[in-house]
């Protein structure tokens, strides 16, 4: 099956500094990757995601960027503000596979003012 | 107005017990999910329906059962409780299994004791 790894697990930035969290996907056949963000009691929500026939999205200070031959896909957020804070997940799936999609371990991402 | 909603929201209970957690949406959505997120924020996929119908079950003892009685609603029971089922559990819902975006509920926190 699909196995999902991200990193890092924690990442702490200064406040308008770029962030970027980095995955690696093993199953060659996946083909859409979300980025979902977790804030602190609540459940994830979507911000970006990407296909595989792309190779680069971008909405407005957040960007995902996508290398099917290394099968890794990274999110980059520019001009971080405290409210970027939260936990960040990315996912790979195979849309049409039953709906399912693997998570990776999540990232903390600390901006401090 | 919320789209995916779950309750209760905590869950407090003893070792042994069978308790419920009720999930619905109303995005007018094919398909739902339940996902355990454990206290390292790790998130996995436990059950996927799809039109009331199970179409992913990821090795979940079985004294969790899942039941969807329409494809509004998906509920969770869980029978004799244990520690280790203490987390937080997400539902979420998708437009069919062919799109694996997926809109998440704000979690319930079970707390077995």
């Known amino acids: 099956g699909e196995n999902v790894e991200q990193h890092p697990s924690t990442l702490s930035v200064q406040e308008g500094d770029s962030a970027v969290i980095k995955c690696t996907y093993s199953?060659?056949?996946?083909?859409?990757f979300p980025w979902y963000k977790q804030e602190l009691g609540k459940g994830p929500q979507l911000i970006i995601d990407?296909?595989?026939?792309?190779g680069e999205k971008k909405d407005q200070r957040i960007a995902v960027t996508l290398n099917k031959t290394a099968k890794h896909f990274s999110l980059h957020i520019t001009e971080t503000q405290p409210e970027d804070s939260a936990v960040y997940f990315c996912?790979?799936?195979?849309?049409?596979?039953?709906?399912?999609?693997?998570f990776g371990d999540g990232t903390t991402l600390t901006v401090k003012p | 107005d919320t789209a995916v909603s779950q309750t209760p929201k905590y869950l407090v209970t003893q070792m042994g017990n069978d308790k419920s957690i009720k999930c619905e949406q109303n995005?007018?959505?094919?398909?739902m999910y339940w996902y355990k997120q454990d206290s390292k924020k790790f998130l996995k996929i436990m059950f996927s329906?799809?039109?009331?119908?199970?179409?992913i079950n990821e090795t979940v003892p079985n004294r969790f059962s899942p039941k969807s009685p329409d494809k509004a609603h998906l509920n969770l029971h869980i029978n004799s409780l244990e520690l280790g089922d203490s987390a937080v559990y997400f539902c979420?819902?998708?437009?069919?299994?062919?799109?694996?975006?997926?809109?998440f509920g704000q979690g319930t926190r079970l707390t077995v004791v």
């Open positions: 979420a819902s998708g437009l069919d299994t062919k799109n694996t975006e997926a809109f």
């Open positions: 199953d060659s056949a996946s083909n859409y």
């Open positions: 990407i296909r595989s026939n792309v």
């Open positions: 996912a790979a799936s195979i849309q049409g596979n039953a709906g399912k999609s693997t």
């Open positions: 995005l007018g959505h094919d398909t």
């Open positions: 329906y799809n039109n009331k119908e199970l179409i």
